[in-house]
């Protein structure tokens, strides 16, 4: 999203003044957020990315003795909800990778994740970036272990874990975080039904999907063939039956393009109806 620069760079006067405080500089932009006039919700949100950002940026560049690690977290974690919130789905890619750089070392307190990193997860799954989403979720499980947090208010993390870790391409590339303590205080949550279940079905949701959508390729060029066939089917109407034109459609593109060969849901779920 290409934002003009003015309120970024209202923003930047206050987060690049060093004669204050970050804690100073955090509330005088949430000050002026709440103060400045806007036209519409999208105009407040696309704003609000600019306010999210500059302040991240303000504390990563800053804050070398990590004193700010919740505040920063509880940033990414707006800013990540406000991209859901504009359906701008590309840019939660980096945010994901800057927020994992960030945990990846085990040096970020418990307390700063606890808050902030399941809002973070959430939004990420709702992107096709299964691959953060899964080290997310695998950091957020491991640190309510080792901190002695892990109860069963985490079954559904670690449900989707288990399954993710399952669809995935590549799923053992973090295998060297799995202890086999915590491989069975995971494995504790659930009966041995639960388990089979999920072993036997891993699927997400309700419908079975071509697992050519759970690797690395597929979440570099999803966003792209997307933005393809809303041009190629811009003057389509929506009316009964588009899903079959869309998904025909979007198969010959993928072929085409990008040399996948990929199956729609009513080729994944033959048995259910669709329109």
Request: charged residues 35%; proline residues 3%; negative net charge.
């Amino acid at each position: 999203m290409v934002r003009p620069r003015g309120i970024r760079n209202l923003i930047e006067k206050i987060t690049f003044d060093r004669s204050k405080s970050i804690e100073e500089r955090i509330d005088e932009v949430f000050d002026m957020r709440q103060h400045l006039d806007v036209k519409d919700d999208k105009e407040r949100l696309r704003n609000d990315v600019d306010y999210y950002d500059c302040m991240i940026r303000m504390i990563e560049n800053e804050d070398t003795e990590r004193v700010e690690d919740l505040a920063r977290l509880q940033l990414y974690a707006l800013l990540a909800e406000t991209y859901t919130e504009l359906e701008d789905y590309r840019p939660i890619y980096k945010l994901a990778q800057e927020v994992l750089e960030m945990i990846r070392h085990e040096d970020v307190a418990w307390e700063a994740m606890a808050e902030t990193l399941p809002r973070i997860i959430d939004a990420v799954a709702e992107t096709v970036y299964h691959h953060a989403e899964y080290e997310q979720l695998l950091i957020y499980i491991l640190m309510a272990f080792k901190t002695g947090n892990l109860t069963d208010e985490f079954k559904g993390r670690v449900r989707k874990w288990m399954k993710l870790h399952l669809l995935l391409e590549e799923s053992d590339w973090l295998d060297f975080r799995l202890t086999k303590e915590l491989e069975r205080a995971m494995a504790d949550m659930f009966t041995q039904t639960e388990l089979f279940k999920i072993m036997l079905d891993p699927k997400i949701g309700h419908l079975r999907t071509d697992p050519v959508e759970y690797t690395r390729e597929w979440e570099k060029i999803y966003y792209d063939v997307e933005a393809e066939l809303d041009r190629r089917l811009a003057n389509v109407p929506r009316q009964m039956g588009f899903c079959f034109q869309y998904w025909a459609m979007k198969r010959e593109l993928l072929m085409e393009k990008y040399g996948i060969d990929w199956r729609s849901p009513s080729q994944m779920n033959p048995r259910v109806m669709f329109d």
